[in-house]
């Protein structure tokens, strides 16, 4: 887990530079690094990178983050939709990305994406 942590820590600057900047992304990579930076700012905490977004991600999931542990923390986020409507909305822009991508877990989409970004 720390080799992923350090591939990973990426700021939500580059990612934001490279959805704005990158004429070599493709559109799919350009896709997930917008649903990255939308669900970022729709989660109640702001955070400075995508690493400290994902471990909190994975705290409230209780583990790794994939479409199914999504789905839970979205169901035990709607029992207080008044309260939890951001990180509802937040979970839906990361939900997403399992749409754009083979891959199973967060992590390894951001790992992919950061090979892409550095």
């Keep these: 887990m720390a080799i992923l942590r350090d591939i990973n820590n990426l700021t939500f ?8 900047e990158s004429v070599t992304a493709t559109e799919i990579d350009k896709k997930i690094a917008q649903k990255i930076l939308e669900a970022e700012r729709d989660w109640r905490t702001s955070f400075n990178t995508l690493d400290g977004f994902i471990s909190t991600l994975e705290k409230a999931v209780g583990g790794k983050i994939t479409k199914s542990s999504l789905k839970k923390l979205a169901r035990h986020y709607k029992q207080n939709v008044s309260h939890n409507a ?16 083979k891959e199973k877990e967060l992590r390894n989409i951001v790992t992919e994406l950061n090979k892409k970004i550095k």
């Design 86 to 101: 951001w990180e509802l909305e937040s979970i839906s822009y990361l939900m997403e990305l399992f749409e754009l991508t």
């Design 13 to 20: 600057d580059q990612l934001f530079d490279f959805v704005e």
